[in-house]
């Protein structure tokens, strides 16, 4: 599942000024790797001369959910989550003035503290850039089928996201 879309090409090209709207390809990055991810890489990635704000998120893998310490964790991918993450990618750079976007999401087995998703949206103002960043992590979350195995310290584990 490591396919990766990323024109770099368009960062400094498609400039519209007069009502700052959004380039006609914003998705500079999108990939479900089982590789540690890079919260350089996304941010390079959303590089625009026009942009006045980029917006990143950074999830990691914390030590505890739902009131049970968690010792261990792993994501899985529906085959379909690519295409699922180009989708909600799409939506967002429809509806807001994005200037690139980007976002990786990390499958595999990962260690407390290693970093499970990194995305980043840059837009003319802050504004929009904050608003489209949230919206694209929050639709991430609720429509990628992207899962969790969670295992305990207790021994016992659990399913997120199913």
Same mark, same amino acid.
């Given at each position: 599942?490591?396919? %990766? +879309?990323?024109?770099?090409?368009? #960062? +400094?090209?498609?400039?519209? +000024?007069?009502?700052?709207?959004? *380039?006609?390809?914003? @998705?500079?990055?999108?990939? @479900?790797?089982? $590789?540690?991810?890079?919260?350089?890489?996304?941010?390079?990635?959303?590089?625009?001369?026009?942009?006045?704000?980029?917006?990143?998120?950074?999830? $990691?893998? #914390?030590?505890?959910?739902?009131?049970?310490? =968690?010792?261990?964790?792993?994501?899985?991918?529906?085959? $379909?989550? %690519?295409?699922?993450?180009?989708?909600?990618?799409?939506?967002?750079?429809?509806?807001?003035? =994005?200037?690139?976007?980007?976002?990786?999401?990390?499958?595999?087995?990962?260690? @407390?503290?290693?970093?499970?998703? *990194?995305?980043? *949206?840059?837009?003319?103002?802050?504004?929009?850039?904050?608003?489209?960043?949230?919206?694209?992590?929050?639709?991430?979350?609720?429509?990628?089928? @992207?899962?969790?195995?969670? $295992?305990?310290?207790?021994?016992?584990?659990?399913?997120?996201?199913?």
């Amino acid at each position: 599942m490591a396919q %990766e +879309h990323s024109s770099p090409a368009a #960062r +400094h090209g498609d400039r519209v +000024h007069p009502g700052e709207s959004a *380039v006609a390809d914003p @998705i500079r990055l999108l990939a @479900i790797r089982d $590789t540690p991810l890079s919260v350089d890489e996304v941010f390079g990635a959303v590089g625009d001369d026009a942009a006045g704000g980029t917006a990143l998120f950074v999830g $990691t893998v #914390r030590d505890h959910d739902g009131g049970a310490d =968690v010792a261990a964790l792993g994501y899985s991918a529906h085959p $379909t989550a %690519e295409a699922e993450l180009r989708r909600v990618a799409e939506k967002v750079a429809a509806d807001f003035p =994005v200037r690139a976007l980007a976002a990786v999401h990390r499958i595999g087995d990962l260690a @407390i503290g290693d970093l499970a998703v *990194v995305v980043a *949206v840059s837009c003319p103002h802050r504004a929009e850039a904050f608003a489209a960043c949230r919206r694209l992590i929050d639709d991430l979350k609720a429509e990628v089928p @992207i899962w969790k195995h969670q $295992t305990y310290a207790d021994g016992s584990d659990g399913w997120v996201g199913v």
